[in-house]
């Protein structure tokens, strides 16, 4: 998920992480104040991860890593209502065929459509981080999709992804791409219903200063809503990523990871060098609650383990919330870590949500969980009924290698910005 420079300054810090932190008191850089008046937008908005029903996800499929995704695709299906449309985006024809073979029966459970999709290139795990998915700012259809800029250190697979909402677009299964000079994450991004939060290393991402005019602008247009950035750049955050370390729960409330609840959780079973103490980190988790509680938001903590080399976290922030047939459901990771996977999962219970597990062992190790591995890119209102959204349901198989481009010159030229 993260780019080679990134996990280089992330595997320094947490290299740190036995060295004292300095004292809570010490006074922080100010932190950009909350943005009140977008300016004028593209007509989208970033969808809200607490409402609404789940009603369109995108995976990616390595047929490589088909023994390690088994046990993440076998829960993942069972966990969705039903009704959502799936999107599959697999290498090659091999790869998509052999996907409905796995995992076809699983994933048009209750009626879902499938659309496994053949794009010709090598793809990541992480179909978040390429694209954001937007909402119409009129209604809850689907509006213009936001790829970021290229990062100069991508590996070729990202490199790929940057392409193929595009390639979607082109063959008339997607909506258009909104443009832009920014580089920026989906993993960065998380919202509730009032206020977008954006990881302040996008500052450093993109060499821009506090008092830039550009990236102000340019995050209106993309979030299409009030916006916030977390800390003061990457060195005072935790990880690159801020939905490896906080949850919006509704609209007044935040759950942060801390490590201090996760090491008391271990067992005798992990390795030992995880019961490494982690100050640092530990202070920047906790200017992460405090920022937030300073913006009036209610903070609970959820246990979390940090990897001392700085390649993964035992994350139980990386998740998936809706609203559906009148409850909550969160789907959360299980890590097979009976202590630690009780007590988060009694967290999100006390608050209300029916929780769902999905089995992350064998792929969070790469440096992502549930939220990193599915993007939602749909929402239904919370009325909608769950069996106007079950169509014929089935699976189908999409080439886009042999797709000729299906928009004339004069389509293209009225919907791309």
Not at 136 to 143: G, I
Request: with cysteine; proline share 5%.
């Amino acid at each position: 998920m993260s780019s080679n420079v990134q996990r280089v300054v992330v595997g320094l810090v947490l290299g740190l992480c036995c060295v004292h932190a300095s004292n809570a008191e010490t006074p922080r850089p100010a932190v950009p104040a909350p943005n009140k008046t977008p300016a004028t937008v593209e007509a989208g908005r970033i969808w809200s991860d607490v409402s609404g029903r789940i009603a369109e996800v995108l995976v990616h499929y390595d047929l490589g890593m088909e023994q390690e995704l088994a046990p993440f695709y076998r829960d993942l299906f069972r966990a969705l209502g039903p009704g959502v449309k799936v999107r599959v985006l697999c290498t090659d024809d091999l790869t998509a065929h052999r996907f409905t073979e796995e995992h076809g029966s699983d994933a048009t459970l209750g009626g879902r459509v499938v659309e496994v999709i053949n794009v010709g290139m090598s793809l990541s795990l992480w179909s978040r981080d390429r694209m954001i998915a937007r909402r119409s700012a009129k209604d809850d259809s689907t509006a213009s999709v936001f790829v970021p800029s290229i990062n100069p250190f991508y590996e070729f697979e990202k490199q790929n992804e940057l392409r193929t909402q595009r390639m979607m677009f082109r063959a008339l299964m997607g909506p258009q791409v909104l443009r832009s000079w920014l580089h920026l994450e989906g993993g960065n991004v998380v919202s509730n219903d009032r206020m977008v939060f954006i990881g302040s290393n996008v500052l450093d991402e993109n060499d821009c200063d506090d008092d830039d005019v550009q990236m102000p602008r340019e995050l209106d247009r993309i979030t299409g809503r009030p916006w916030t950035l977390i800390g003061e750049g990457m060195d005072t955050l935790p990880w690159d990523h801020v939905d490896m370390y906080m949850t919006p729960i509704g609209n007044n409330m935040f759950l942060v990871g801390d490590t201090r609840l996760g090491q008391r959780l271990l067992d005798e079973t992990v390795p030992e060098h995880w019961r490494m103490p982690c100050e640092e980190i530990d202070a920047k988790l906790d200017a992460v609650a405090k920022q937030l509680a300073d913006l009036s938001y209610r903070v609970l903590r959820v246990p979390s383990v940090f990897d001392p080399a700085g390649d993964w976290i035992i994350t139980y922030n990386n998740v998936l919330m809706e609203e559906r047939d009148g409850r909550k459901v969160a789907i959360i990771p299980n890590f097979e870590l009976p202590k630690l996977d009780q007590a988060a999962a009694n967290v999100y219970r006390e608050l209300g949500y029916e929780v769902k597990t999905v089995n992350v062992k064998h792929v969070y190790e790469f440096g992502g969980a549930v939220r990193c591995l599915v993007n939602v890119t749909r929402r239904e209102p919370t009325t909608t009924d769950a069996k106007k959204m079950v169509g014929r349901g089935g699976l189908r198989v999409y080439d886009l290698t042999s797709y000729q481009n299906r928009r004339t010159k004069a389509e293209r030229k009225s919907v791309v910005r």
